[in-house]
């Protein structure tokens, strides 16, 4: 088990960056895979994008190829996710987790993910 904060969410015009950022202490953290999801009220938790434990390999919804970028620093115990072109779409909450993954492809499925954070709210004004 590891315990996950996040961090960085923010007020953003549409157009404009932040770069959130899950900071994990307990258990090994370069075993496991991470994920990041969102969500908005009435909806259910929405895949955002995953990274292997090495860091080696990402995944992304395609609603964010190409705008966000996933990253890791196994020394740190940190996953960052780095969003641009951000979209009044984007406004949600973002949550990090975690799970004891060492296969491919990632986890996408948020009942894959066994430890979550407590989620920052990421607004994008239009």
């Known amino acids: 088990q590891v315990q996950l904060v996040e961090s960085g969410g923010g007020l953003v015009q549409a157009g404009g960056s932040l770069r959130l950022s899950c900071a994990a202490s307990?258990?090994?953290?370069?075993?496991?895979?991470v994920g990041w999801f969102r969500q908005t009220p009435g909806k259910e938790r929405e895949f955002v994008a995953a990274?292997?434990?090495?860091?080696?390999?990402?995944s992304y919804a395609d609603s964010v190829k190409g705008r966000f970028t996933i990253s890791r620093d196994n020394a740190k115990a940190t996953v960052y996710l780095q969003m641009n072109s951000l979209k009044a779409e984007d406004t949600a909450v973002y949550y990090c987790?975690?799970?004891?993954?060492?296969?491919?492809?990632?986890?996408?499925?948020?009942?894959?993910?066994?430890?979550w954070g407590q989620g920052t709210q990421v607004t994008v004004s239009s």
């Open positions: 307990g258990r090994t953290f370069s075993r496991f895979a």
């Open positions: 990274i292997n434990w090495s860091g080696a390999t990402t």
């Open positions: 987790a975690a799970v004891l993954w060492r296969g491919l492809p990632n986890p996408t499925a948020s009942h894959e993910y066994i430890d």
